[in-house]
């Protein structure tokens, strides 16, 4: 599809504090329903690192070239975690003292190895880096979207979703 302009964003990553406001709004706004515990449109990630789902940069898939779709691996629910789910009555309502923890031993979840970095002291280092929706030319979401609720509007390229449509 051709469009009349395109969207671009750039970050300076030299002011990500890795606070992840950005993360949690539009986790709040988009993603917040059952059946939607592992979406993650925007995400800041902690590189280098493993990413989330953990090692997707190896999982291959995306578009070549000439725009042709090449398959990659599907992320497996270990590759995600288990969704936390706290104990906040029990800890908040019985008027006891127990400690506020998830309900299962988590073992890989977003931002795990978050500002873990790489290299020995002096030399290490590590970054913020926030995964928006960079509103693609070709966009793979809205390839692989099942109730064609993903859109890309004419005008300005902006990627959207037609909540009517969406089912998460």
Known sequence: MAVKRQLSMVLDLNKCI??????????????????????????????????????????????????????GRQPSQEDYGIPWEYNYEEALMTGTDPWLRPHVKPTWGANWDEDQGEGDYPNSYYFYLPRLCNHCSNPACLAACSRNAIYKRQEDGIVLIDQERCRG
Do not use: I, S
């Open 18 to 71: 890795g606070c992840h406001t950005c993360t949690t709004a539009c986790k709040l706004m988009w993603t917040n329903r059952n059946g939607r515990e592992f979406m993650y449109w925007n995400n800041v990630e902690t590189q280098p690192g493993k990413g989330y789902p953990r090692d997707y940069q190896e999982m291959g898939g995306g578009f070549d070239g000439d725009g042709a779709l090449n398959l």
